[in-house]
């Protein structure tokens, strides 16, 4: 099945500065999800990216879908500790009977150090 | 609430034990699906209900897994005879749309089950 490998594992960063984690895959996506999750909770939609080299952002977090479908980063700036949490990268499968399931990477573990 | 709402929070059951875990998606909202959280790991896709039809459940990992949605809201994922290896968080998220991932996906804050 489709796998998403996201990096890097987990960053340890100091408050105010600039984060940027990355997911790629061996099989093309049609539509990139970038999620948070914080202890306890579900996940929780950051950004969606719907076409190849889109770039989109949705406060100090900016994502981009990469031009050959396989890839796409999240950058967060001048974090704050609020940010703390595992970051999921999330695509549909392309087509067929799998299309309704969502493939989820492992995640990347930031914590901020304040 | 508004949300997607997973009940109970935490269950322990004893290895063989049945289980129900319930989900009361956001109201009006056409897409249901399950998703089991291990620990460290992604949400991996368990099953997918468009209102009352189960469409796909190629992601339950074996027969002692059965959900169902009968009026297409409330949802129960049930786990027949558990075993360690079921121990996980169990998601439920809902969306408004009948082609998933056009509207976003909603989870509730998942039923944390540990067998014993």
């Known amino acids: 099945g489709q796998q998403l490998n996201q990096s890097p594992q987990s960053m340890f960063i100091q408050e105010g500065e600039d984060v940027s984690m990355n997911c790629t895959s061996s099989?093309?996506?049609?539509?990139w999800l970038w999620y948070k999750q914080d202890p306890g909770e579900g996940p929780v939609l950051l950004i969606a990216l719907y076409k190849a080299g889109e770039l989109t952002s949705n406060g100090r977090l900016t994502a981009q879908f990469g031009i050959t479908r396989k890839d796409s980063f999240l950058n967060i700036s001048a974090s704050i500790p609020s940010d703390v949490g595992i970051y999921f990268c999330a695509g549909p499968a392309v087509s067929g009977a799998g299309s309704y399931q969502l493939t989820f990477g492992k995640g990347t573990k930031l914590s901020v150090i304040p | 609430g508004a949300g997607v709402s997973q009940s109970p929070r935490y269950k322990v059951a004893k290895r063989g034990q049945d289980v129900a875990l319930r989900c009361d998606p956001i109201s009006g909202h056409v897409s249901l699906f399950w998703y089991q959280q291990a620990l460290g790991q992604g949400p991996e896709f368990l099953t997918y209900?468009?209102?009352?039809?189960?469409?796909?459940k190629s992601g339950l990992p074996s027969d002692r897994f059965f959900a169902e949605r009968p009026e297409g809201s409330v949802s129960t994922l049930k786990i027949q005879r558990t075993q360690q290896e079921d121990s996980a968080v169990y998601l439920c998220a809902s969306s408004l749309t009948r082609r998933p991932y056009n509207s976003p996906l909603h989870f509730g804050n998942g039923t944390r089950l540990t067998v014993t």
């Open positions: 099989s093309i996506f049609n539509t």
């Open positions: 209900f468009q209102n009352e039809a189960q469409l796909d």
